[in-house]
T-cell receptor, first 118, second 106 residues
Framework: QVQLEGPGPGLLKPSETLSLTCSVTGPSIKSGYYWGWIRQPPGKGLEWIATVYHHGNTNYNSSLKSRAIISIDTSKSQFSLRLTSLTAADTAIYYCARLIGNSYVDVWSQGTLVTVSS | SYELTQPVSVSVALGQTARITCGGDSIENYSVHWHRQMPGQAPVLVIYRDNSRPPGIPERFSGSNSGNTATLTITRVHGGDEGIYYC?????????FGGGTTLTVL
């Protein structure tokens, strides 16, 4: 399925960059699924960040104003998220996910809490 | 950008039927999916493509989509059905989530 690599950064400072990686097990990362990142501020709802297909096609939430970069490494069966210029508003639980046909999330990872604070 | 509107909360008596709505402009033209999130856990898909159930989801869960409203229906509710339910769809290269509805079983 999908699994976040490592414990996550936990606490980051404003202006720093968040880097997260998700590993894919089971069906190949090239097997026709899309892969994405979703976040959830504490006590709030879900917010989609970005999606990538195995050949590199990407889609982004426009509200993140180019701060987000999603990438995929098919040789390692991993996909990653970089989110730059962090602010307190980026404090959230981050999930990686598998999507069917760039339409719906069918598999979610466990989340990792990222807190942005000085 | 497309917006989805859900009631903040829905309460239903034990054993009765819960209906959670998801409103959007001509939402019937989209495939709507539903996810349930229990406290402290990741969401789980419970309905996809308006009214299909993933493996392991009971037949008590069903969905419909017409006009400007999609609806998740849960029959014979019990305490284990409590949680926050999110509707979701895909619109013009974007994944869109509703704000979530907290289901409480009385």
């Amino acid at each position: 399925q999908v699994q976040l690599e490592g414990p996550g950064p936990g606490l980051l400072k404003p202006s720093e960059t968040l880097s997260l990686t998700c590993s894919v097990t089971g069906p190949s990362i090239k097997s026709g699924y899309y892969w994405g990142w979703i976040r959830q501020p504490p006590g709030k709802g879900l917010e989609w960040i970005a999606t990538v297909y195995h050949h590199g096609n990407t889609n982004y939430n426009s509200s993140l104003k180019s701060r987000a970069i999603i990438s995929i490494d098919t040789s390692k069966s991993q996909f990653s998220l970089r989110l730059t210029s962090l602010t307190a508003a980026d404090t959230a639980i981050y999930y990686c996910a598998r999507l069917i046909g760039n339409s719906y999330v069918d598999v979610w990872s466990q989340g990792t809490l990222v807190t942005v604070s000085s | 950008s497309y917006e989805l509107t859900q009631p903040v909360s829905v309460s239903v008596a034990l054993g009765q039927t819960a209906r959670i709505t998801c409103g959007g402009d001509s939402i019937e033209n989209y495939s709507v999916h539903w996810h349930r999130q229990m406290p402290g856990q990741a969401p789980v898909l419970v309905i996809y493509r308006d009214n299909s159930r993933p493996p392991g989801i009971p037949e008590r869960f069903s969905g419909s989509n017409s006009g400007n409203t999609a609806t998740l229906t849960i029959t014979r509710v019990h305490g284990g059905d409590e949680g926050i339910y999110y509707c979701q769809l895909w619109d013009i290269n974007s994944v869109v989530f509703g704000g979530g509805t907290t289901l409480t079983v009385l």
